[in-house]
């Protein structure tokens, strides 16, 4: 077998000319399913995802625009993906899956001889969680069947029904539930589906076995779920992690200048003459972006968190209110993307400072320093910073959230 294997060319038609129909009336949904977003990525990218790894060529079959939106990015060099997996122009898909199937294999035996796949796997664009060894074992399976399907056992009892009413139990002991991908010896498919027999058939193991041929059942997974109804999208959901949607807060503080403080700004003591009046510390920095993160989340300002009536918080270390808005964050499911401070004032000068701020705030938020900004402005002497009566910080946050 490990003789076969490196010699076989593989292909991969990847189906996404379904209407989903099922899944469209259950949830009203105006996308088709196999372009739902799950886990920041189209359904039918982490499909493609999935199957690039173990195929030389993939043949995507469906409608150009959103394809090719869905796949974007894949191509790093060429027609070819980073591990050298060459993404083919999609092609039209038909009415049924068959014609979609058979569009696949056409544009496939249109290659050159020589780029020409020995094996074809057929797999369901819905279909985004396919473990790797699924995969595997179809195409280990094709060095000694022509065909060979994953499945998995049928668990529950199984009955057949006639207007309401059982009338029959069916033994369930060797009856399986099909699963893709599928795969083939590429000539004796595309032969099968030129023939008569072609449009008959549900799945293309079904032209095999009309046909004579053996097609193994190897060890599919109950993990690969087709995207059919709106429960599926739940468990998905669990497998791929949840849709997680940007949004952004803003920040602004002010604190006045005191004499006998020390000045605390985004972390960190900055030399200076004077300090910042307030109740905690008065890092007017942290406050801001504080509540950039608060405002992001919609939970609010640091007053509701942190009231200053609560004698707790005198002279306080913001940094500690930092690490709550960082954990409130993660608490939610999401991730902090960028923060950007800008802090208001004539003196001190921030620059020989920033990078360290950078630092602190980020390990305060346990991200890397390449998220957070920390730069600074004057008023041109204008207003209440220009008189150098205070300091004032903006801050502007974007977040990932489910
Ligand atoms: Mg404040």
């Not at 009892?157 to 207007?163: M, S």
């Not at 949004?247 to 004077?274: K, M, N, Q, S, W």
């Not at 950039?292 to 500690?320: C, M, T, V």
């Not at 620059?351 to 008023?379: C, F, N, W, Y």
Request: one cysteine or more; a negative charge.
């Amino acid at each position: 077998m490990a003789a076969f294997l490196p010699t076989m060319r593989v292909a991969a038609i990847l189906l996404a000319a379904g209407q989903g129909r099922r899944f469209s009336a259950q949830t009203a949904s105006p996308v088709a399913k196999q372009y739902l977003t799950l886990g920041g990525r189209p359904v039918i990218r982490h499909a493609a995802d999935a199957l690039i790894p173990h195929v030389q060529i993939l043949q995507p079959v469906g409608e150009r625009a959103s394809l090719d939106g869905a796949l974007s990015g894949l191509r790093t060099a060429g027609d070819a993906t980073a591990d050298g997996c060459t993404i083919l122009d999609c092609v039209p898909g038909g009415e049924t899956r068959q014609e979609s199937v058979r569009a696949g294999l056409e544009a496939l035996d249109r290659l050159p001889e020589t780029q020409k796949p020995d094996l074809v796997l057929i797999h369901d664009g819905a279909r985004p969680y396919v473990p790797a060894e699924v995969t595997r074992a179809v195409i280990d399976a094709l060095s000694a069947h022509a065909g060979a399907i994953p499945g998995v056992p049928v668990a529950d009892t199984i009955k057949r029904v006639r207007d309401g009413v059982i009338t029959d139990t069916v033994p369930r002991t060797d009856l399986y539930r099909a699963q893709t991908p599928q795969g083939f010896r590429f000539g004796l498919l595309r032969d099968l589906h030129r023939g008569a027999a072609a449009s008959d058939a549900t799945d293309d193991a079904a032209l095999l076995e009309t046909a004579g041929h053996h097609v193994a059942m190897v060890a599919g997974s109950e993990d690969n779920i087709k995207l059919t109804y709106k429960e599926d999208l739940v468990r998905l959901e669990r497998l791929i992690g949840p849709t997680l949607l940007p949004r952004t807060g803003l920040g602004y503080d002010v604190h006045a200048f005191a004499e006998g403080r020390p000045l605390i700004l985004c972390g960190i003591t900055v030399p200076h003459t004077r300090g910042l009046a307030g109740h905690s510390d008065a890092d007017v920095g942290i406050h801001a972006l504080c509540d950039a993160i608060y405002g992001a989340l919609a939970e609010g300002d640091i007053g509701r968190h942190f009231p200053p009536s609560q004698n707790e918080w005198k002279d306080a270390d913001s940094a500690r209110f930092l690490v709550h808005a960082g954990e409130r964050i993660r608490a939610r499911g999401g991730m902090l993307i960028n923060a950007d401070l800008t802090l208001i004032c004539e003196r001190p000068k921030i620059g020989p400072h920033a990078q360290a701020m950078r630092e602190r705030l980020a390990d305060l938020l346990q991200v890397g320093v390449d998220r957070i900004s920390v730069k600074a402005t004057t008023s041109e002497r204008l207003g209440f910073t220009g008189r150098e009566e205070g300091i004032a910080c903006t801050a502007a946050v974007s977040v990932l959230v489910p």
